[in-house]
């Protein structure tokens, strides 16, 4: 991949931390930085996609300890399924994500 990719070694990424309950409502989500998603990485079975860009990863129960070090106050409700995957960073630095809640998506930025 070039150097000059804007997303190459997952720079400009964010790694969305998702919960959602048995309704499928989401009942919590956090964002992860680059150096975060590289303390918890090798958690997961990436195969060709090493930073996550190509959907979802589900968050099994015995990576929730290690998520939570990473992350300081995550809550991992029991009955709620987990997923972590990448998305592009808003060009002016900022993280966007749906509200919890929010089943339709909401006004995104523009970019």
Do not use: K
């Not at 990719?5 to 048995?22: I, K, S, T």
């Not at 106050?73 to 900022?94: M, W």
């Amino acid at each position: 991949m070039s150097s000059d990719y804007p997303f190459a070694d997952g720079h400009n990424l964010v790694w969305d931390l998702n919960g959602f309950g048995p309704d499928e409502e989401m009942v919590e989500s956090c964002s992860l930085s680059r150096e975060q998603f590289l303390v918890v990485r090798h958690l997961f079975v990436l195969g060709d996609d090493p930073w996550m860009v190509a959907g979802e990863y589900r968050v099994v129960p015995g990576i929730w300890p290690h998520l939570r070090r990473v992350v300081p106050g995550l809550g991992f409700q029991r009955d709620a399924d987990y997923f972590l995957g990448a998305r592009q960073a808003l060009p002016d630095g900022r993280f966007w994500r749906p509200a919890i809640g929010v089943t339709a998506p909401g006004p995104i930025p523009p970019p």
